[in-house]
Protein backbone atom coordinates (compact mmCIF):
# COMPACT_ATOMS: atom_id res chain seq x y z
CA UNK A 1 0.00 0.00 0.00
CA UNK A 2 1.36 3.34 -0.76
CA UNK A 3 0.20 6.54 1.70
CA UNK A 4 0.47 9.91 0.35
CA UNK A 5 -0.49 13.02 2.76
CA UNK A 6 -2.28 16.10 0.40
CA UNK A 7 -2.13 19.09 2.19
CA UNK A 8 -4.33 20.61 -0.33
CA UNK A 9 -6.38 19.82 -3.86
CA UNK A 10 -3.62 20.78 -6.04
CA UNK A 11 -1.32 18.56 -4.29
CA UNK A 12 -3.99 15.47 -4.63
CA UNK A 13 -4.30 16.26 -8.32
CA UNK A 14 -0.55 16.31 -8.78
CA UNK A 15 -0.51 12.96 -7.03
CA UNK A 16 -3.47 11.48 -9.08
CA UNK A 17 -1.71 13.10 -12.36
CA UNK A 18 1.05 10.93 -11.75
CA UNK A 19 -0.98 7.65 -12.10
CA UNK A 20 -2.35 9.44 -14.77
CA UNK A 21 0.78 9.22 -16.75
CA UNK A 22 1.20 5.28 -16.25
CA UNK A 23 -2.66 3.56 -17.30
CA UNK A 24 -2.28 2.08 -19.78
CA UNK A 25 -6.03 0.72 -20.37
CA UNK A 26 -8.18 -1.61 -19.05
CA UNK A 27 -7.41 -0.21 -15.07
CA UNK A 28 -10.53 0.23 -12.69
CA UNK A 29 -9.48 3.51 -10.34
CA UNK A 30 -12.08 2.74 -7.26
CA UNK A 31 -12.50 5.46 -4.81
CA UNK A 32 -13.35 5.27 -1.17
CA UNK A 33 -14.04 7.87 0.85
CA UNK A 34 -17.16 10.05 1.90
CA UNK A 35 -18.54 13.52 0.66
CA UNK A 36 -16.00 16.07 0.47
CA UNK A 37 -13.22 14.16 0.66
CA UNK A 38 -11.54 15.08 -3.19
CA UNK A 39 -12.54 12.28 -5.25
CA UNK A 40 -13.77 14.05 -8.22
CA UNK A 41 -10.70 16.54 -7.73
CA UNK A 42 -8.50 13.22 -7.76
CA UNK A 43 -10.33 12.44 -10.88
CA UNK A 44 -9.15 16.05 -12.41
CA UNK A 45 -5.76 15.21 -11.62
CA UNK A 46 -5.93 11.18 -13.11
CA UNK A 47 -7.37 12.66 -16.06
CA UNK A 48 -4.63 15.67 -16.95
CA UNK A 49 -2.13 12.75 -16.22
CA UNK A 50 -4.05 10.81 -19.29
CA UNK A 51 -3.77 14.11 -21.67
CA UNK A 52 -7.25 15.14 -21.65
CA UNK A 53 -7.83 18.89 -21.50
CA UNK A 54 -11.87 19.21 -20.69
CA UNK A 55 -12.85 20.40 -17.51
CA UNK A 56 -13.82 17.34 -15.02
CA UNK A 57 -16.91 17.55 -13.17
CA UNK A 58 -18.72 15.31 -10.54
CA UNK A 59 -21.10 12.95 -12.45
CA UNK A 60 -23.76 12.54 -9.58
CA UNK A 61 -26.77 13.54 -12.09
CA UNK A 62 -25.51 12.08 -14.90
CA UNK A 63 -23.94 8.62 -13.15
CA UNK A 64 -21.17 8.52 -16.02
CA UNK A 65 -18.98 11.44 -17.77
CA UNK A 66 -16.73 10.53 -20.80
CA UNK A 67 -13.49 12.26 -21.34
CA UNK A 68 -11.17 11.68 -24.47
CA UNK A 69 -7.55 11.89 -24.37
CA UNK A 70 -4.52 9.91 -25.25
CA UNK A 71 -7.24 7.27 -23.51
CA UNK A 72 -11.11 7.46 -23.15
CA UNK A 73 -11.34 7.94 -19.15
CA UNK A 74 -15.19 7.22 -17.98
CA UNK A 75 -15.88 9.32 -14.09
CA UNK A 76 -18.40 7.21 -12.62
CA UNK A 77 -20.89 8.24 -9.43
CA UNK A 78 -21.90 5.02 -8.21
CA UNK A 79 -23.68 6.86 -5.14
CA UNK A 80 -27.48 5.79 -6.01
CA UNK A 81 -26.67 2.58 -7.27
CA UNK A 82 -28.29 0.10 -4.81
CA UNK A 83 -28.79 -3.08 -7.21
CA UNK A 84 -27.23 -5.08 -9.52
CA UNK A 85 -30.63 -3.96 -12.05
CA UNK A 86 -29.63 -0.06 -11.36
CA UNK A 87 -26.19 -1.04 -12.23
CA UNK A 88 -27.06 -2.65 -15.58
CA UNK A 89 -28.59 0.45 -16.33
CA UNK A 90 -25.48 2.41 -16.12
CA UNK A 91 -24.17 -0.09 -18.99
CA UNK A 92 -21.13 -0.30 -16.52
CA UNK A 93 -20.19 -3.29 -18.22
CA UNK A 94 -20.15 -2.10 -21.70
CA UNK A 95 -17.74 0.30 -20.66
CA UNK A 96 -15.07 -2.32 -19.68
CA UNK A 97 -13.20 -2.64 -23.11
CA UNK A 98 -9.69 -3.11 -21.65
CA UNK A 99 -8.70 -0.09 -23.94
CA UNK A 100 -10.21 2.76 -21.19
CA UNK A 101 -9.68 3.91 -17.42
CA UNK A 102 -12.80 3.96 -15.13
CA UNK A 103 -12.44 5.99 -12.06
CA UNK A 104 -15.51 4.53 -9.73
CA UNK A 105 -16.67 6.72 -6.79
CA UNK A 106 -18.25 5.07 -4.27
CA UNK A 107 -17.10 2.03 -5.58
CA UNK A 108 -18.40 0.20 -2.29
CA UNK A 109 -22.05 0.11 -3.49
CA UNK A 110 -20.74 -2.05 -6.39
CA UNK A 111 -17.88 -4.16 -4.77
CA UNK A 112 -19.02 -7.28 -6.29
CA UNK A 113 -19.28 -6.22 -10.02
CA UNK A 114 -15.70 -5.23 -10.01
CA UNK A 115 -13.43 -7.33 -12.23
CA UNK A 116 -10.37 -9.59 -10.72
CA UNK A 117 -7.66 -7.68 -12.16
CA UNK A 118 -6.22 -3.99 -13.00
CA UNK A 119 -7.89 -2.97 -10.17
CA UNK A 120 -6.43 0.26 -8.28
CA UNK A 121 -7.91 1.24 -4.41
CA UNK A 122 -7.85 4.77 -3.43
CA UNK A 123 -8.96 5.71 0.16
CA UNK A 124 -9.38 9.10 0.88
CA UNK A 125 -9.71 10.46 4.27
CA UNK A 126 -9.29 13.98 6.26
CA UNK A 127 -6.28 14.57 7.84
CA UNK A 128 -5.53 17.09 10.31
CA UNK A 129 -6.81 19.85 8.50
CA UNK A 130 -9.57 20.54 6.43
CA UNK A 131 -7.31 20.66 3.53
CA UNK A 132 -5.41 18.16 4.42
CA UNK A 133 -6.00 14.18 2.90
CA UNK A 134 -4.65 10.53 3.56
CA UNK A 135 -4.46 9.08 -0.11
CA UNK A 136 -3.90 5.55 0.30
CA UNK A 137 -3.63 3.29 -2.79
CA UNK A 138 -3.28 -0.32 -3.27
CA UNK A 139 -3.14 -2.64 -5.90
CA UNK A 140 -1.15 -4.47 -8.74
CA UNK A 141 2.23 -3.65 -7.67
CA UNK A 142 3.46 -2.22 -10.76
CA UNK A 143 1.04 0.79 -9.66
CA UNK A 144 2.24 0.72 -5.99
CA UNK A 145 6.07 0.93 -6.93
CA UNK A 146 6.81 2.27 -10.07
CA UNK A 147 5.39 5.73 -10.80
CA UNK A 148 4.85 7.77 -7.09
Known sequence: MVEVVSNSPLETEAFAEKLGKVLSGGEVVCYYGGLGMGKTRFTAGLARGM????DVHSP????????SGNKTLYHFDMYRITSFDDLCSTGFFDYMDGCSVLAVEWTENIEGALP??????????RGETDEQ???????????????Y
Do not use: C, P
Open 133 to 147: RILRMSGDSVYENSW
Open 116 to 125: DDKIIRIEIQ
Open 60 to 67: TFAIVHEY
Open 51 to 54: DIED
